[in-house]
């Protein structure tokens, strides 16, 4: 059975640094990972993903501010967010299983899901 435990959200001002991992119990890491978010009344969305190889993708909204990482060893996600901005404020959550092992764009690809970790950035 696969679980999903990410960890790291809090709350922090603008321009801070937050880092957030995911933990993947019974996942073989053999496909690719990704993080999403949602905000109150928005629809879930992409933040980045990174396949088995190492390949990533950030979505624009980030890019140069937040690098995304896996360290298949220890069988865990991360995610470096750096120069948060308030519309970075949302849930976050990792996911991985989807066919494959394939990286795709949206949420309904991915079949195990984390439970979520709030970051909460304040201007």
């Known amino acids: 059975q696969v679980q999903l435990v990410e960890s790291g959200g809090g709350s922090v001002q603008a321009g801070g640094s937050l880092r957030l991992s995911c933990a993947a119990y019974g996942y073989a890491m053999n496909g690719c990972m990704g993080w999403f978010r949602q905000a109150p009344g928005k629809e879930r969305e992409v933040v980045a993903h990174?396949?088995?190889?190492?390949?990533?993708y950030l979505v624009d909204s980030v890019k140069g501010r937040f690098v995304v990482s896996r360290d298949n060893a220890k069988h865990t996600l991360y995610l470096q967010m750096n120069s948060l901005k308030p519309e970075d404020t949302a849930m976050y959550y990792c996911?991985?299983?989807?066919?494959?092992?394939?990286?795709?764009?949206?949420?309904?690809?991915?079949?195990?899901w984390g439970q979520g970790t709030q970051v909460t950035v304040s201007s």
């Open positions: 996911a991985a299983g989807s066919p494959g092992g394939l990286c795709y764009m949206s949420p309904r690809w991915y079949n195990y």
């Open positions: 990174i396949s088995a190889g190492g390949g990533s």
